[in-house]
Structures are given as structure tokens and as C-alpha cells.
């Protein structure tokens, strides 16, 4: 907003007191990949002011929206003073929030989830001071895996309790189990199929009850099972939700009030294979669409948000996995019709040294050969592929 107008007042309010860091280096400051913990922080308020001239005001919470007045309820975190503020265009990019199911015992200090800074921090000291020696992930997602090769990393036996039968659900359950066979040779303990029943906290540690009647035993608990957004704010406020959940938005990132523009976590996406509303939460969607709501409310609405194919990529130990467009379940809620190949072969040619295995999915339309999917798994080369595909 501030390239495009140098004139307009630019307020941003944030509860926390970080506006802009590596969400996906947490896991690899913990694991001491990442050793200065200033190399997390891309901006801060101090800068925005400065060279920006926007008035960031953290550890300042918008806890109600007056629609109809276009005033907006802020709170300081710190006392709890409450102030009014106006608008004449609001962006909601609230984000979206760790699941924290309510299981026995889930209150206790040993469990931890992962979403920003004060989170990692007191992992990390978790981990390093307090003799961590036994970690057992909740969800053997992107973020679980992660760090479980981060504690790993950090000389702690893992063990990973997923629901579903297969580790990383965007990937097909054949390209998962390339990832699972990795992770058992790296020493990580896999269970799946079952769930947490309650968890225990006693002199020594913390007791895992899961669902089949074992016991894990351990010093430190990462939750890890997914992200809801953040919509009491936009529900209260009376704006239209979405049907997969988020904030509902037009093409515009316009919300039910043409006043309120929202983007991110929060909000509800089309996913551009199916044409179905979907929410996906990855940074690269919400920066452009960040672009774009700057773009639509200095020059008014005439820039689109397409819809999103939830390209995503992650690091697990030596393996690059990555995905782009839908996977065969996803294809089959939708009815989506799709034939599906298999290339096992080297990230370059075999008779040059270091060629690594790389296995390519894709699924694609019978009809006319569309692509409406891809996933590769491998050591090398995944990266500039997953982009072609994309």
C-alpha cells in the first residue's frame, strides 16, 4: 500500500510482539540448523516505521468490528485498556491457530505446539535446558516431521503418533511410504492408525496414552495435527463464512462488507483443480494475495485472485518432498475423473556420479491429459521439477 500511495494513514495491529519472521525456520532454530535466533526476523515494527511510515502498533489485539460505524475495538495486551479506532478500509489477516483438542491432561507444561516466536522459544529451552532426552509428535505432518528431524537433530528419541495410516497426507499413500521407509532408517519411531486418549504428567516425565492401549513416555509433547482459522473476529462481527470454514471472499479478497477485505489463513480459497472452496494455508497464497488487496483498495477492485493449487515443499532429514494440485483422494471426493503415472528414476544422468533416486506421481485427466496433480520424492532435483509442474 505504502509504493502505491505515500499519502494514505497505514495502521497495523498485531497481539503479538513480532510482525514479520521465518515461520518455516522455526523448526531449524530448534534443531540448531539455524543458530542466531536474529536470523528468524525478516522486519520489525521499528523498521516499518521508519522507512515505510506505518503505524504498527504491537501487543495491541482488535477484539471487536463495528460494521456499521467502520470502528474497530482495540485492546493493549499488556492492561487490558481498551480504545476505539476508525477506518475507512480494513484488511483482516488474522492467520490461522494450532488444533488443541481438548484430551485429558492436554493442559499440561510438557506439551507445546508451533506456530510463532514465544512458541519457539520455549521449545527451544525445552529442549536445551531442561535435559530433554524423549519427544513424541502428535501428527506426522510437514510441520510434525519437521521437527521431529529437528529433535532428532538435538540427540532426542522420537517417536511420531499419526491417525491416518500414512505419514504426510497430501502425498498418495505409495509416494508416503517412501518417506515413512526414511524415517525408520533415521531412527524415528513411527506409529500409526492410532490416536491420543489422555496424557499424564508425573515426577519423571510425561505418559502418551493413545487409543490401542499404548503407553509413550516422554519429556516433551509437539502437537501437531493441523490449523483452523481465526474467524471469531469476522464471525462476530457478522461477516459471511465460508463453506470449508475460513472467511468468506470474492475474486477482490472482498469480504460480505465491501469495506473489509481479508487474505491469508483466515479465509476460504477456491482450489483451482477442483473449483471447490477449500482452505490452504501456505505463505506463498498469502502474500500474493497480500499484492492484491493493496492493489484493490489504493485503485479500487480490478486485480483477481485466481485460486490456489497448494504447491508446498519440505525437507525430511536427506528426502525433498513435494506436491502441486490434488492428490487421488481429493480427486475421488470430488469425482474427478484422473489415470495416474510412475516415474522411478535419477535426479540426472545415471553414468554421472551422484545421481540420486527421484519418484515422480503425477494424475492427470483421461480425457485430455490435463495435470491435476503432481508429488515427487528424492534427494536431488525435486525443487525445479515440483516448479514445472506448478
Given at each position: 500500500m505504502r509504493r502505491l500511495d505515500e499519502a494514505a494513514e497505514i495502521i497495523l495491529c498485531e497481539r503479538g510482539e513480532y510482525i514479520s519472521y521465518a515461520n518455516c525456520g522455526l523448526p531449524y532454530y530448534i534443531g540448531?540448523?539455524?543458530?542466531?535466533?536474529?536470523?528468524?526476523?525478516?522486519?520489525?515494527?521499528?523498521?516499518?516505521?521508519?522507512?515505510?511510515?506505518?503505524?504498527?502498533?504491537?501487543g495491541q489485539e482488535v477484539i471487536k468490528i463495528d460494521l456499521a460505524s467502520r470502528i474497530v475495538t482495540v485492546r493493549r495486551v499488556a492492561t487490558g485498556e481498551e480504545y476505539a479506532e476508525s477506518y475507512d478500509k480494513l484488511v483482516l489477516s488474522p492467520g490461522a491457530e494450532p488444533l488443541r483438542p481438548s484430551i485429558p491432561g492436554i493442559e499440561s507444561k510438557r506439551i507445546f505446539t508451533l506456530r510463532h516466536i514465544p512458541d519457539t522459544d520455549q521449545?527451544?529451552?525445552?529442549?536445551?535446558?531442561?535435559?530433554?532426552?524423549?519427544?513424541?509428535?502428535?501428527?506426522?505432518?510437514?510441520?510434525?516431521?519437521?521437527?521431529?528431524?529437528?529433535?532428532?537433530?538435538?540427540?532426542?528419541?522420537?517417536?511420531?503418533?499419526?491417525?491416518?495410516?500414512?505419514?504426510?497426507?497430501?502425498?498418495?499413500?505409495?509416494?508416503?511410504?517412501?518417506?515413512?521407509?526414511?524415517?525408520?532408517s533415521k531412527g524415528i519411531g513411527l506409529i500409526l492408525e492410532d490416536g491420543v486418549r489422555s496424557f499424564q504428567e508425573g515426577e519423571e516425565g510425561l505418559t502418551v496414552?493413545?487409543?490401542?492401549?499404548?503407553?509413550?513416555?516422554?519429556?516433551?509433547?509437539?502437537?501437531?495435527?493441523?490449523?483452523?482459522?481465526?474467524?471469531?473476529?469476522?464471525?462476530?462481527?457478522?461477516?459471511?463464512?465460508?463453506?470449508?470454514?475460513?472467511?468468506?471472499?470474492?475474486?477482490?479478497?472482498?469480504?460480505?462488507?465491501?469495506d473489509v477485505y481479508a487474505l491469508g489463513d483466515?479465509?476460504?480459497v477456491i482450489n483451482k483443480v477442483t473449483g471447490?472452496?477449500?482452505?490452504?494455508?501456505?505463505?506463498?497464497?498469502?502474500?500474493?494475495?497480500?499484492?492484491?488487496?493493496?492493489?484493490?483498495?489504493?485503485?479500487?477492485?480490478?486485480?483477481?485472485?485466481?485460486?490456489?493449487?497448494?504447491t508446498s515443499i519440505a525437507k525430511i532429514f536427506d528426502l525433498t518432498v513435494a506436491t502441486t494440485g490434488v492428490n487421488a483422494k481429493q480427486l475421488k471426493q470430488a469425482g474427478i475423473p484422473y489415470l495416474s503415472s510412475f516415474t522411478h528414476g535419477k535426479s540426472h544422468a545415471g553414468y554421472y556420479?551422484?545421481?540420486?533416486?527421484?519418484s515422480v506421481k503425477i494424475l492427470f485427466s483421461p480425457d485430455n491429459g490435463w495435470l491435476l496433480g503432481a508429488q515427487i520424492v528424492g534427494y536431488d532435483g525435486v525443487d525445479k521439477r515440483i516448479d514445472l509442474m506448478a
Amino acid at each position: 500500500m505504502r509504493r502505491l500511495d505515500e499519502a494514505a494513514e497505514i495502521i497495523l495491529c498485531e497481539r503479538g510482539e513480532y510482525i514479520s519472521y521465518a515461520n518455516c525456520g522455526l523448526p531449524y532454530y530448534i534443531g540448531n540448523t539455524i543458530r542466531q535466533r536474529e536470523a528468524l526476523f525478516l522486519q520489525t515494527p521499528e523498521c516499518f516505521r521508519r522507512r515505510f511510515r506505518i503505524d504498527v502498533r504491537t501487543g495491541q489485539e482488535v477484539i471487536k468490528i463495528d460494521l456499521a460505524s467502520r470502528i474497530v475495538t482495540v485492546r493493549r495486551v499488556a492492561t487490558g485498556e481498551e480504545y476505539a479506532e476508525s477506518y475507512d478500509k480494513l484488511v483482516l489477516s488474522p492467520g490461522a491457530e494450532p488444533l488443541r483438542p481438548s484430551i485429558p491432561g492436554i493442559e499440561s507444561k510438557r506439551i507445546f505446539t508451533l506456530r510463532h516466536i514465544p512458541d519457539t522459544d520455549q521449545l527451544k529451552m525445552a529442549v536445551t535446558r531442561e535435559n530433554a532426552r524423549r519427544a513424541v509428535v502428535i501428527g506426522g505432518g510437514f510441520i510434525g516431521l519437521e521437527m521431529a528431524e529437528n529433535f532428532r537433530k538435538a540427540h532426542l528419541e522420537v517417536t511420531v503418533v499419526e491417525k491416518g495410516n500414512q505419514v504426510m497426507a497430501p502425498l498418495d499413500y505409495s509416494m508416503s511410504a517412501i518417506v515413512r521407509q526414511h524415517l525408520l532408517s533415521k531412527g524415528i519411531g513411527l506409529i500409526l492408525e492410532d490416536g491420543v486418549r489422555s496424557f499424564q504428567e508425573g515426577e519423571e516425565g510425561l505418559t502418551v496414552y493413545l487409543e490401542s492401549g499404548k503407553q509413550l513416555e516422554a519429556d516433551l509433547v509437539l502437537l501437531s495435527i493441523g490449523v483452523r482459522p481465526e474467524v471469531r473476529l469476522a464471525q462476530e462481527a457478522g461477516l459471511a463464512l465460508g463453506k470449508a470454514g475460513g472467511i468468506a471472499v470474492d475474486s477482490y479478497m472482498q469480504t460480505s462488507d465491501p469495506d473489509v477485505y481479508a487474505l491469508g489463513d483466515a479465509v476460504d480459497v477456491i482450489n483451482k483443480v477442483t473449483g471447490l472452496p477449500a482452505r490452504i494455508p501456505l505463505a506463498g497464497p498469502a502474500n500474493k494475495q497480500g499484492r492484491i488487496v493493496a492493489n484493490n483498495l489504493v485503485m479500487g477492485n480490478h486485480e483477481r485472485y485466481k485460486g490456489t493449487i497448494g504447491t508446498s515443499i519440505a525437507k525430511i532429514f536427506d528426502l525433498t518432498v513435494a506436491t502441486t494440485g490434488v492428490n487421488a483422494k481429493q480427486l475421488k471426493q470430488a469425482g474427478i475423473p484422473y489415470l495416474s503415472s510412475f516415474t522411478h528414476g535419477k535426479s540426472h544422468a545415471g553414468y554421472y556420479p551422484d545421481a540420486w533416486d527421484l519418484s515422480v506421481k503425477i494424475l492427470f485427466s483421461p480425457d485430455n491429459g490435463w495435470l491435476l496433480g503432481a508429488q515427487i520424492v528424492g534427494y536431488d532435483g525435486v525443487d525445479k521439477r515440483i516448479d514445472l509442474m506448478a
